[in-house]
């Protein structure tokens, strides 16, 4: 009878923080916050953030289930001498879902048309982090003349397949290279509110380390992105597709990258090995197979363009314009200024 008792008070516990966690993200996604606004394409809500004038326009692209709020403080910083555009994906932040695949194509598609609604006419200074790196890859590929100039940080490459193929399956679990099973796991807590309720150990923990560095109103926007169960769901979405082997013949075969100014900025790799032994519990030798396959898939991109050049930076973190927001923002206006003297 009184583990009866104790399993019912559990149910409803978790039943009442579920409701909890939904009245609460509901109010926070019926009113998109300040300094953004919202555009509806093709009858889905769009938020992006609009600043400064001129012309070369610097769009960012975030990386994985990101959002435009953790690029407000660049924007800000950017848009004193530049126009910057930063806006949410589809599913993310407070853009509406968008049923269908997530390809690399719909999404580049997408932001073309967002481009073209605001009347922000070309060239662009494209930014891509992580995964966002793929999707600027395609879209140099699909428009290569709307392109003026190239930032990639620390981009996802269209071989990223190679991890799972030539890493041990131990390794390759352990290292944190796979998202797949977060994402999954970050969906069923998400979806109970247990996110929410779990917030003082996450915000202790080293893995958002580089996100309490955001100012206030862009560290809420990023926490109340996290609890949204249309995030996990969404970058699921796009992590599966980015690495179906369609989306990646379709990238390479959508035409060659333009040859414009291009920064391809790594982290650290001594330090980043460091993380993967300390968070992964693996040996050095195993963590050194991870770092360098991963070296070589980002400076790879480095190829893509006569331009391109590698910069590497002095954090361990895969959140260089978190860490490092002064090394971002400088390659950013090289770019510009190669673009403009083109």
Not at 34 to 45: H, T
Not at 47 to 68: D, H, M, R
Not at 189 to 210: I, Y
Not at 294 to 302: I, K, N, T, V
């Amino acid at each position: 009878m009184l583990t009866l008792q104790i399993v019912a008070v559990v149910l409803a516990a978790v039943m009442l923080a579920r409701a909890l966690n939904l009245i609460l993200l509901m109010r926070w996604y019926a009113k998109p916050k300040s300094p953004g606004e919202v555009i509806y394409l093709n009858d889905k809500r769009v938020y992006f953030t609009a600043k400064g004038n001129g012309s070369p326009t610097i769009v960012f692209e975030a990386g994985l289930g990101s959002i435009s709020a953790e690029w407000w403080a660049i924007q800000d910083e950017m848009s004193a001498s530049a126009r910057v555009l930063t806006y949410d994906r589809a599913g993310c932040g407070w853009s509406e879902l968008v049923q269908g695949p997530r390809t690399s194509r719909q999404i580049a598609l997408e932001l073309k048309g967002l481009l073209e609604a605001l009347k922000i006419d070309p060239p662009y200074i494209l930014v891509g982090h992580s995964q966002g790196g793929l999707y600027v890859n395609h879209f140099c590929r699909l428009f290569p003349d709307d392109v003026g100039g190239v930032v990639l940080i620390d981009p996802m490459s269209p071989d990223d397949v190679r991890f799972r193929q030539e890493l041990l399956p131990r390794v390759y679990k352990r290292s944190g290279i796979d998202k797949s099973s977060f994402l999954r796991m970050q969906g069923w807590f998400s979806g109970f509110g247990f996110l929410r309720l779990m917030k003082p150990f996450f915000l202790r923990s080293p893995q958002l380390a580089a996100y309490r560095s955001l100012p206030p109103k862009a560290f809420r926007a990023f926490w109340n992105n996290l609890l949204t169960p249309n995030t996990p769901q969404t970058a699921l979405n796009e992590y599966i597709q980015a690495h179906d082997p369609r989306n990646m013949v379709d990238l390479k075969n959508s035409g060659s990258f333009p040859a414009v100014p291009l920064r391809v900025l790594v982290h650290h790799t001594d330090k980043m090995r460091d993380a993967i032994v300390r968070f992964g519990d693996l040996s050095r030798g195993e963590a050194e197979k991870v770092e360098n396959l991963w070296q070589d898939l980002m400076r790879a991109h480095g190829a893509l363009s006569p331009q391109g050049k590698i910069v590497v930076t002095e954090t361990g973190s895969h959140f260089i314009h978190l860490t490092q927001p002064d090394v971002v923002v400088r390659n950013i206006l090289e770019v510009v200024q190669e673009a403009s003297q083109a």
